[in-house]
């Protein structure tokens, strides 16, 4: 017996984003940055600063969005893997 559940699209999909503070080749993420890459998508809330690591090196962002369907999921997450600096997305 499977326990996998299947998604019913639209979904809204909750992500925390950990970024290096500079990023990659020395650009700085910000929350406008980042609300500007995802633009394009049905943004539940603004993408927002969740806390930084102690020592400062990472920051993390969290965000909400609402997808329609396998296809733009699919395109957010590419959009994800585009971030420079990312971490790992959770």
């Known amino acids: 017996m499977s ?3 299947e998604l019913k699209f639209p979904v809204v999909a909750h992500h925390r984003l950990i970024l290096l503070r500079q990023g990659c080749g020395g650009q ?3 929350a406008e940055k980042l609300n500007a ?3 394009v998508f049905e ?9 930084a690591s102690a020592g400062g090196k990472y920051v993390s962002y969290s965000l ?7 296809e733009e999921m699919a395109r957010f997450d590419a959009a994800i893997a585009g ?3 990312l971490k790992t997305c959770l």
Do not use: H, I
């Open 37 to 39: 890459a995802f633009s």
């Open 83 to 85: 971030v420079p600096g």
């Open 28 to 30: 700085v993420c910000d």
């Open 64 to 70: 909400s969005v609402r997808l329609k369907d396998r």
């Open 3 to 5: 326990n996998l559940v």
């Open 43 to 51: 943004l539940v809330e603004p993408v927002a600063e969740s806390r």
